[in-house]
């Protein structure tokens, strides 16, 4: 598979000459050659996961494409076809083969309501925790990729998660709310954590792709 990081949580994944995209969102510009998407997911209902604009982008070029999400993103996004998956469900389309992991978003605030968030594996080689620290009990993961930045994130707690995980592969995302320093020192220790365990930490920026 060939993966490409998109800016902040956005990513697109290349196999067979089928395309996955996840959580094309509001920080991410838009998407170009989105005629081989065979699917969509969003890992929950937050603006910076997912637009209007980028799935109108997306059905234009690519009719009927499956947009697989929570309930609550079925909710908010009136009018589109979305399939609500659960954790512990898996589906395919195309050359994708989707396993659903997590079930809640990390906690920003108590002022702020909870939602559902989805972590993904793809093909049983690439995960995404969107925006939570949700391990894929029982999976040897290939090619993490690790949130970054955000207002609920603590860099400590990345970073065991990515201990935990113990990816052979790692790369930041969720990064767009960085600044460059901030970015960079986040990488530095990442880059840590994925070395303790033997992996290889890459520094993806917006449009750089690595093989999966």
Not at 199 to 204: A, I, N, P, Q, Y
Request: aromatic share 8%; net charge negative.
């Amino acid at each position: 598979m060939r993966l490409t990081k998109f800016e902040h949580a956005a990513l697109r994944i290349d196999e067979a000459g089928q395309t996955l995209v996840i959580d094309p969102g509001s920080l991410t510009l838009p998407l170009d050659d989105l005629g081989s998407i065979v699917a969509v997911v969003i890992t929950h209902e937050h603006p910076d996961h997912w637009t209007t604009a980028h799935l109108d982008r997306i059905l234009r070029a690519a009719p009927g494409t499956p947009i697989f999400s929570t309930a609550g993103v079925a909710a908010a996004a009136e009018g589109y076809e979305i399939t609500v998956v659960a954790p512990g469900e898996t589906r395919t389309a195309g050359a994708f083969t989707l396993r659903f992991f997590g079930g809640e978003h990390a906690v920003i605030h108590s002022s702020v309501p909870m939602v559902e968030n989805l972590g993904v594996l793809v093909n049983d080689d690439l995960y995404y925790p969107g925006d939570s620290y949700a391990i894929p009990e029982g999976v040897t993961v290939k090619s993490l990729a690790a949130p970054s930045g955000g207002p609920w994130l603590k860099i400590g707690e990345a970073i065991d998660f990515v201990l935990a995980v113990a990816p052979r592969q790692c790369f930041g995302t969720h990064d767009m709310g960085l600044s460059t320093i901030g970015r960079n020192m986040h990488r530095q220790r990442l880059q840590w954590a994925t070395e303790q365990n033997g992996g290889e930490f890459f520094e993806l920026d917006p449009g750089t792709s690595l093989d999966v």
